[in-house]
């Protein structure tokens, strides 16, 4: 089963959380009650977010967290990326040397398109989308949407 971490569901909540608000400065303790987190979590997701530049941390009594840029320009995998690191389906999808077999190995190309296909579908939902209603799922008399990935030949 491919899913991300608890921190980056998390990090997600708390950056909608900030995104709601876009012109607010709100400190760990508001954003922990908004997001339904405890505050030790929401502060352990933050220092990542604001590492890979999505929030902006200001120090003081009037203290606290907003976005660094708007909701509609943090895609999704800005956000895994802040909290994961690089995404890769498999070891070989970033770096050639981490497997023994790569030099024989007939799936690679096909696992690197994968990969490509999964980080431009998270590349192509914003933070703003994330904040809006989600859209119903698809009724059974109309199609599901499909995301067409050929894979290499033989």
């Not at 995104?19 to 997001?35: K, S, T, Y």
């Not at 909701?71 to 070891?91: D, F, N, Q, R, W």
């Not at 999964?118 to 008399?141: F, I, N, T, Y």
Request: charged content about 20%; some cysteine.
């Amino acid at each position: 089963m491919l899913r991300v971490t608890k921190l980056t569901d998390y990090a997600t909540v708390v950056l909608t959380a900030l995104a709601a608000r876009p012109d607010a400065v709100l400190c760990a303790a508001e954003l922990a009650e908004r997001a339904g987190l405890e505050a030790p979590t929401v502060s352990k997701v933050l220092k990542p977010l604001a590492q890979a530049g999505l929030v902006e941390g200001f120090r003081g009594a009037n203290g606290g967290y907003r976005l660094a840029r708007p909701a509609s320009a943090i895609s999704l995998i800005e956000i895994v990326e802040a909290m994961e690191g690089p995404l890769a389906m498999t070891e070989c999808s970033l770096d050639d040397g981490q497997c023994g077999i790569s030099h024989q190995c007939g799936v690679r190309a096909n696992w690197r398109r994968i990969n490509d296909v999964v980080a431009d579908a998270l590349r192509g939902v914003s933070l703003a989308q994330m904040l809006g209603d989600a859209s119903p799922p698809p009724s059974p008399a109309s199609p599901a949407r499909r995301i067409e990935a050929r894979l290499a030949g033989p």
